[in-house]
């Protein structure tokens, strides 16, 4: 039947037919890429965007697959369109327009997939798409597909500690000698500033890669530079690997060098940062598992950056990128500040005592331009001082001065009413637009102030001063501190006989005013709150060496001397006195707080003043009955003094007892160079019987040395445990050993030791004995000390003695050894 096709002439008999696959067709102009942020480090949240084109019309559904991808978090946009990723899992995910419309075949489709997680595997990733839908029968259909697409290669994550932000009030401070880099990432984030110092934290490179000719790249910010030389050194004892030798106690400079970003295949990369790059080797020939510190030092720029993240990158040998942290480090944030080395400072231009009304002089330098709309200036003075509301005076002086045609660069100052030591300077606007302070120019001007009641020289204040622009007053352009002018503060003591609750003794008192107090002039005395003075009456009032006319009356926690017509207080000597102090009761809430001195004139002018002088700590139990009585007061003499006290604390054989006895300053006891000379004093030597009728002998209850021919034994004045039974290291304190203290005594006891008088009285002429058991003090208490002369010694009531002795029972008030400062 026709012709034959078969091979040899045969015919076919039988014959099957059966379906081929589908042919379908491919997707065209297929594109895949990063978009900002453009994240290609492993394991990290990317944004990407496919454009394709697809062929044959219907399709109604798109599946996006990329092995190792997770597109869990994802969310997407369809032609412009939020859609959601439905079925999202690691490696794929589907995307359909709303409403079930079907997709064009006339234009491009663009795909944005955001927050998508990079594979965790480094190397290109392949990206395939697929359109699908229902056919006319409503069964799921393939339309189009794309071959396999390489999109963005993936790198090995380069991890950094988030950067930490130092304010400008700490990296201020006076101490800069610690190493800053371990809780701040810039050491001068200052606009202009050369030479900043930036800290780049590494967790280290998990890959285990050998330093082989390795390059680190660093890209700042637009606006920063690097030096030419040295900038990247390692962190002594926090670069390992780094280099091939040992760093710890050492700083080393790493080789580098700098180059342009277009000059090396780096891949996409975060818009708005710097074109140069630095490149550091690292030739070291070991990994970098372990963290890492790079110091680098930069040159900041004079405004913010547009973008402020830093890209940092590892190369290969070949230079291709084989680590990336996709310059998501946040930089730290700069600030202005001023010129310093005497360019910018606060002076005091008319009184430097406390609380008087004062000019001060403002004077700065910035070190960056400060330019914009409603400019403004915040000075804050330390705590205690008071702007004057209106605080630019009348002729504040300024400079640049106006008389040169200058216009005034300041307009206004006013005090902050909720906080007077603050005041706000404001700086005019010059036409539309606004005001400037030029980088170097001095400014200056005077402005209005009370002196604050208190300074302390232990810890000088600081002043601050802000600047602001555009009426924005919670973020500040440029900051310094300033060092605080001294004041003048009266210097004065107080010292309690018995620092104990509610009890009822002398208070010692010492002064020495910087200025004259004149007749009729009042010396008042302010104790903190619970406590009483008394001083009205003639035994409650030892005048000391105030002038013979000063008279004392008191009341609370006042006692206010009066001066006579004929008196006056002499600047630059030290005047002492003492009035009846009674202690407030036991308060858990009570803590020592300070005591005020006043002079003022007779119309209570000040003169000179004190609210800082430091109080005491008073505690359930003190030194009581103590005194101290000379056997000559000669100038420079060595003299035995006579010692009696009574303890209120047992001290128990058990504990290690120890009481210190303190003299005034330039006072000495002999014993000191009895120890300086042989290493230990011999108690026999030292501590004499007094003698003295009630009082039991402190000799007989000192701790004894070890016996001898026992291998504790040291020598007769150590104790068995190598302590000093009589301890005269410090010339002017002597520490004694106590065994233990007898009941029977009532803890009275008494002793004589040698002393060696001073060339002139001491400012605060008062003894004082302290009482440790196992290193905690017991109780103390004080007494007043003896006139250094070579006359007699004047008591309160008149009474004189060449040779003066203390009785059984404690001298009464009237009694007390005099304060007085007599000429030596």
Known sequence: QGSSVCPGGAFAVASVQRELWAVVPKIREVTVGLITQKVAAQNQSSNVRLSFRLVSAGASKLRVECPGMDFTPCYAQLQGASVPCSGATVGSTVLAPQGGKTLSTSQLTEVVLRAVVNPAESGPTGWTITSFGPDASGAEVVYDESDLVVGHSILKYLELEPVQQCSPQYLMQGHMSWQWWESCSSSNPWYQHVGNQVVLKFAGLKGGELMQ??????????????????????????????????????????????????????????????????????????????????????????????????????????????????????????????????????????????????????????????????????????????????????????????????????????????????????????????????????????????????????????????????????????????????????????????????????????????????????????????????????????????????????????????????????????????????????????????????????????????????????APRAVARFAVAPSSQSVGARTWIRVQFKLETTLARASSNLLQLGAPEGFSFSCAEVQARDGFVLPSDAVLPAALPSFADLANVLEPPAAKGLEAYRNDGTTEDGKAIVDCRAAAVMGLMVDFTDDSTLGRYAFRVEVVNPAEMPDLNVWTLRSLSDGQLAEEGATGGYEVTTAVVMYGDGYASNQPAISGAPPSPARRLALALAPV
Not at 478 to 497: D, G
């Open 213 to 618: 000719g390795h390059q680190l790249l660093v890209q700042p910010p637009a606006g920063f530079s690097f030096p030419s030389e040295n900038a990247a050194t390692t962190v002594a004892g926090s670069s390992p690997g780094l280099t091939a030798g040992p760093t710890t106690g050492t700083q080393q400079a790493l080789a580098q060098s700098k180059a342009q970003v277009s000059n090396l295949a780096l891949g996409d990369g975060v818009e708005g940062l710097s074109k140069e790059v630095l490149l550091i080797n690292l030739t070291s020939g070991l990994p970098l598992l372990q963290p890492f510190i790079i110091k680098l030092t930069v040159n900041n720029p004079g405004v913010d950056p547009a973008v402020n993240l830093w890209r940092v990158m590892v190369l290969a040998p070949d230079l291709e990128p084989i680590y990336t942290n996709d310059g998501n480090w946040p930089g730290f944030l700069l600030r202005g500040t001023f010129l310093q080395g005497g360019r910018t400072a606060v002076k005091s231009l008319v009184t430097s005592f406390p609380s008087e009304g004062n000019i001060v002089r403002l004077e700065l330098a910035l070190a960056s331009t400060l330019s914009g709309q409603h400019l403004q200036m915040r000075l804050a003075a330390p705590a205690g001082f008071v702007f004057d509301a209106e605080c630019l005076p009348e002729n504040p002086d300024l400079a640049p001065s106006t008389k040169s045609g200058n216009a005034a660069w300041i307009s206004s100052c006013q005090a902050d009413v909720t906080n007077r030591n603050t005041a706000l300077l404001s700086i005019p606007n010059v036409g539309s637009g606004g005001g400037s302070l030029a980088t170097g120019s001095t400014y200056a001007t005077n402005l209005l102030i009370t002196n604050a009641m208190t300074f302390r020289q232990d810890d000088p204040p600081v002043w601050e001063l802000y600047t602001f622009r555009n009426n924005d007053f919670t973020h500040f352009v440029h900051y310094t501190t300033l060092e605080s002018f001294p004041l003048q503060v009266l210097w004065a003591k107080v010292v309690p006989e018995m620092p104990k609750y509610e009890a009822s003794s002398q208070l010692y008192v010492a002064l020495k005013p910087l200025r004259d107090l004149g007749p009729h002039g009042q010396l008042i005395l302010h104790a903190p709150t619970k406590f009483k003075l008394f001083c009205r009456l003639r035994p409650f009032f030892t005048r000391g060496n105030l002038p013979i006319g000063a008279s004392c009356s008191g009341a609370n926690n006042y006692a206010v001397i009066q001066l006579s017509g004929s008196d006056f207080l002499e600047q630059g000597v030290v005047y002492q006195f003492a009035v009846r102090v009674t202690n407030p009761a036991e308060d858990s809430l009570l803590a020592p707080t300070e005591w005020s001195v006043r002079l003022q004139t007779q119309d209570r002018q000040l003169v000179h003043e004190s609210s800082q002088v430091p109080g005491y700590v008073l």
